[in-house]
């Protein structure tokens, strides 16, 4: 569901580009709850942005869902975003001034669909995460797990096969980044949902089914992991 081959990127001057990805090629099957290892400035969100079309590569290519990416064309982004991603991020960036329902409801907002379509639907979909009885509380109203609880539910609202997920447990304490883990595993499981997470806690990666790992913008190990169930290629 997706591929990446040969994809590069550098920042700086295009004259003295610095390397930030090299040469990254790797296939994910639908399903698969695939965690992206490695130091701080390896180029773990430098992928995720490519893959989630909020940045382009300099060479190679990206498939998603059958569908060569065209990085020149922000009306094929806009439409793939909107088809198949959902995105779930450190600081769970939801809008401070709406509800929980209504943070979660967005993405629908943006497709046009009446307001209380829009609300059962982010009601079905708060009861999923756990946080049926919070949908009216404003994110400063709700701890960090919930928060990002919400956060998921909005990621998962549009129905999206990719979830691109940039440490999603980086600013929760243990116990909660824990609670978070398990409910990003039953999501995958339950929905079938492909999930990319970036991580930098070794324990949560091997809970994965497959740990990519990344050093100085390379692939340098690439494993399934034997706890985990690995579901059969799509
Ligand atoms: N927009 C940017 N402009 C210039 N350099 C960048 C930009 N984004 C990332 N970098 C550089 O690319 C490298 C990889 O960054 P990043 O992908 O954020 O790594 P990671 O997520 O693994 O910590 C770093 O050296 C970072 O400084
Ligand atoms: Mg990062």
């Given at each position: 569901m997706l591929q990446l081959a040969n994809v590069g990127k550098g920042y700086g001057p295009p004259t003295q580009p610095i390397p930030v990805l090299k040469d990254v090629s790797f296939s994910l099957s639908r399903g698969t709850f695939c965690a992206l290892v490695g130091p701080?400035?390896?180029?773990k969100s430098t992928l995720l942005n490519i893959v989630g079309l909020l940045d382009k590569p300099d060479t190679g290519h990206v498939i998603l869902d059958d569908v060569l990416v065209d990085y020149s064309s922000a009306q094929q982004a806009a439409r793939l975003r909107n088809a198949m991603l959902g995105f779930v991020f450190q600081s769970f960036?939801?809008?401070?001034?709406?509800?929980a329902w209504q943070n979660v409801a967005l993405p629908l907002l943006y497709r046009g669909i009446p307001r209380e379509r829009r609300r059962m639907a982010a009601l079905a979909m708060l009861e999923r995460v756990g946080l049926a009885d919070r949908s009216l509380h404003r994110p400063t109203e709700l701890s960090g797990g919930q928060r990002q609880r919400v956060a998921l539910a909005r990621a998962l609202i549009g129905e999206p096969s990719l979830i691109l997920a940039d440490?999603?447990?980086?600013?929760?304490?243990s116990v909660t980044a824990i609670e978070v883990m398990e409910l990003l595993r039953q999501l995958n499981r339950s929905l079938n949902v492909t999930i990319l997470m970036v991580t930098h806690d070794r324990d949560l990666a091997a809970q994965c089914d497959r740990q990519i790992e990344f050093l100085d913008g390379r692939i340098v190990s690439d494993r399934l992991s034997p706890a985990a169930a690995v579901p059969m290629p799509a």
């Open positions: 701080s400035g390896s180029g960036q939801l809008l401070p001034r709406l509800s440490e999603p447990t980086g600013s929760l304490d």
